[in-house]
């Protein structure tokens, strides 16, 4: 059920971000590189982890069509451009979504960790 309403609610976030206007935003890892580090870039896909220790947040920054593999999982603030919401994510939580413009924040008190397969 918790999964349900967080898939739901991320659904909804990248919905709304999907009308947002074009505009020069950098990827994840050159945007933040302190929180995300690149582990392989070829042809088809970047694979980064992410790191977010508690009270820290990420530039604004953009992704493609990514898979999202929550590691450590934990309390964040995802803002886009028109919305802002707080999530408890589970370990172990996959995601897939096409690409978005967001940034993070992490207002739990444990460290998330992710793993980011990204369409280039």
């Known amino acids: 059920m918790k999964k349900a309403l967080l898939a739901s609610v991320i659904s909804a976030l990248l919905f709304s971000n999907a009308f947002a206007k074009e505009k020069k935003v950098e990827p994840a890892h050159l945007a933040s590189p302190s929180q995300y580090e690149l582990l392989l870039e070829n042809d088809e896909v970047f694979v980064l982890k992410m790191t977010l220790k508690p009270g820290e947040q990420d530039n604004w920054h953009k992704h493609n069509a990514e898979t999202v593999y929550f590691e450590k999982g934990g309390k964040a603030t995802i803002t886009t451009s028109d919305k802002d919401m707080t999530l408890e994510i589970p370990d172990g939580y996959v995601m897939?979504?096409?690409?978005?413009?967001?940034?993070?924040?992490?207002?739990?008190?444990?460290?998330?960790?992710?793993?980011?397969?990204e369409k280039k």
Do not use: S
């Open 96 to 117: 897939w979504h096409d690409q978005w413009e967001h940034q993070v924040k992490n207002v739990g008190d444990t460290t998330i960790t992710a793993i980011i397969v």
